[in-house]
Nanobody, 119 residues
């Protein structure tokens, strides 16, 4: 079970840090990805971090602003979001792949956390 938290309302230019916690299960052996979906848009993959800490690339619009990281001691994967923009408004989801697999396939999803960027 994955549980996201950290979403909320933030002004343009602000920052948020989202957390994805494994509830009742360890994430240590799983690749974890962050996705987002805005109303009317397709789901977009933001980035993935492998069980060894390697990360995949970010969409051009997010490079330099969003950073994925993990703390296995806390069983948590983070998404640091800086310089937020209006079009970052979306529901943000984390997803886990099967234990031992690399990024690219995910079979467990969290319920999502809403991020709203508004002045």
């Amino acid at each position: 079970l994955l549980v996201e938290s950290g979403g909320g309302l933030v002004q343009p230019g602000g920052s948020l840090r989202l957390s994805c916690v494994g509830s009742g299960n360890t994430l240590e052996y799983n690749a974890i990805a962050w996705f987002r979906q805005a109303p009317g848009n397709e789901r977009e993959e933001i980035s993935c971090i492998s069980r060894r800490g390697q990360t995949t690339g970010y969409p051009d619009s997010l490079k330099g602003r969003f950073t994925i990281s993990r703390d296995n001691a806390k069983n948590t994967v983070y998404l640091q979001m800086n310089r937020l923009q209006l079009d970052d408004t979306a529901v943000y989801y984390c997803a886990a792949g099967p234990a031992g697999w690399d990024c690219g396939w995910y079979d467990t999803w969290g319920q999502g956390t809403q991020v709203t960027v508004s002045s």
